[in-house]
């Protein structure tokens, strides 16, 4: 029997990197695997990677309305299902001086209200036992530069880790959040299209974590799978992955 045979999973963000990672690691242990995500390209090419046993579903986690859609349609494919990985989220890296109400307003609604949302209305046909989490970011505890808006909505987000948790306490379902530091997913080369400013931003960054590299997008599927599954006795916490770049 595979591990995670006849286990269900919502993957919010799954279409790149670390929702990417933990998709193809739950449809190797057997698992049934919804992903979601905004960009046509992008959810051609996780069909594409993920192959036909995955759903692959066109839903951006900043709109209510695609939210509420997406609350039926897993209701339809799994009725209830058994993880809810909620990691759709991104930073606009911006000094205080740029901030625009705008980037204000993308950031806490991609962040933190889409989340808060996703979980409201999905956390219904999570089967009992079944478990959340949640990306953080290190930039919840650090006060790194530009990270204003983004850092404060994540904030945001490992407060509802705890509030959920307790929430959802009566029904055995967990809430934890997986805190992610650099990860190697791509998205550097794609903020920065020159290659040089890239790799200048990557020995930058790389420098500043103790471990002195970035981690990959499969190290945090293994934490997210941890907390889903293994974690049997644990709820509310937020567990970095960060090569002890907030601990030390």
């Keep these: 029997m595979k591990q995670y045979e006849a286990k269900r999973a919502v993957i919010i963000g799954g279409t790149s990197g670390m929702g990417l990672a933990t998709a193809k690691m739950l449809l190797n242990g057997g698992a049934h695997v919804l992903v979601t995500g905004r960009s046509q390209a992008g959810l051609e090419s996780a069909q594409k ?12 986690a900043r709109s209510l309305t695609d939210i509420d859609a997406l609350a039926s349609r897993v209701k339809t494919e799994f009725d209830t299902f058994d993880l809810l990985f909620v990691n759709a989220g991104f930073s606009i890296p911006t000094p205080l001086e740029s ?11 991609l962040n933190a209200k889409g989340p808060f949302f996703v979980v409201q209305k999905l956390a219904p046909m999570i089967s009992r036992r079944g478990s959340v989490v949640l990306t953080t970011s290190i930039a919840n505890v650090k006060g790194m530069l530009g990270q204003a808006t983004y850092g404060a909505a994540k904030a945001a987000l490992r407060s509802f880790a705890r509030v959920l948790a307790a929430e959802l306490l009566p029904r055995e379902i967990r809430v934890n959040a997986v805190s992610p530091g650099p990860i190697d997913t791509g998205i550097l080369e794609k903020a920065f299209p020159d290659k040089d400013a890239a790799a200048q931003m990557r020995k930058h960054a790389s420098g500043m974590v103790p471990m002195k590299r970035f981690g990959t997008p499969e190290e945090i599927a293994k934490a997210v799978l941890f907390l889903a599954f293994d974690a049997t006795f644990t709820t509310g916490a937020e567990l970095p992955v960060d090569g002890g770049w907030s601990q030390f």
């Excluded at 990677?49 to 951006?60: I, N, P, Y």
């Design 49 to 60: 990677e993920l192959g036909k046993d995955a759903l692959v579903v066109s839903s951006d």
């Design 99 to 109: 901030v625009t109400e705008a980037i204000y307003d993308e950031m806490f609604n």
